[in-house]
């Protein structure tokens, strides 16, 4: 069953310029898909697209059939679509515990049992709970931002570079977070630098370059291609 799905997406930061060109995806409930490509291709405008950061000029972003293109980021959350930004994604000034609040404040009923979910996920937000989310690692303030986004209990959960920065021994323990969440049902589209990674996880993957799309195939026969993986995997 298709969850998500972005048709013919134009959109840019300005009236002159488009920075995707009618782009695509389609994606089942319960997957994990990446979106690979290099740098400036637009990845990031197309997760913030979805979510309704950039309003479309042209297309339709569908959720379980429902029409959201355009709508704003709080009603596109409301709908069940959660979105972790590549950068700034913490309050640094803010506690654990406060950002994670911070990621229900448009729930009106009792998030108590999600906040025991995220704490059983990421058990290091529980015992740093007080501490300024500033002060944390790198690997910790992702596991954060994560929390905070999955406060809402999303359906689906975009994932902007969780691995970006990050020590090799936290981007193997933030790609295993992942797979845990997913594997409690959660859709999730990521987009990746660590792009093969990503896609060992993901039944698709979508390429993109300069704002197009390129390719689209299953994870494996994208990690099989050889000039996707001269292109866009780094040989
Ligand atoms: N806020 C913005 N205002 C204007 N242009 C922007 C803005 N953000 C991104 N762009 C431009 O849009 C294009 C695509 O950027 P985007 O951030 O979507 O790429 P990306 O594929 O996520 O790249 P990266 O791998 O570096 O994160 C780039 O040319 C970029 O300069
Ligand atoms: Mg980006």
Redesign the pocket.
């Known amino acids: 069953m298709i969850i998500l799905e972005m048709k013919n997406i134009t959109a ?3 009236p002159e ?1 488009d ?2 060109h009618k782009v695509g995806i389609s994606v089942n409930k319960g997957d994990i898909v990446s979106i690979i ?12 697209s979805i979510f309704g950061l950039l309003k479309p000029k042209e297309g339709k972003v569908l959720l379980r059939d429902k029409d959201i293109t355009g709508l704003k980021p709080n009603r596109i959350a409301q709908n069940g679509v959660s979105y972790v930004p ?1 950068v700034n994604n913490v309050f640094p000034s803010l506690t654990i515990l406060e950002n994670l609040e911070m990621g229900a404040f448009i729930r009106k009923d009792d998030y108590s049992k999600q906040m025991a979910d995220i704490f059983e996920l990421f058990p290091v937000l529980k015992e740093r709970k007080d501490d300024k989310a500033g002060h944390l690692s790198g690997g910790q303030r992702q596991m954060v931002a994560m929390g905070r986004a999955l406060m809402l209990n999303p359906e689906v959960l975009l994932l ?2 969780p691995s970006a920065g990050l020590a090799p021994i936290f981007v193997s323990s933030i790609f295993e977070k992942i797979r845990e969440i997913n594997a409690t049902g959660v859709t999730i589209i990521i ?1 990746e ?1 660590n792009a093969r990674e990503a896609l060992k996880m993901s039944s698709h993957g979508y390429v ?1 370059a300069m ?1 197009k799309n390129v390719l689209d195939d299953e994870g494996k026969a994208l990690l099989a291609n050889e000039e996707v993986g001269r292109l866009y995997l780094g040989g």
């Open positions: 840019g930061y300005t310029v920075i995707l490509g290099p740098n400036g291709a637009g990845k990031s405008t197309l997760l913030k590549q902007d570079e987009v630098q993109l704002g």
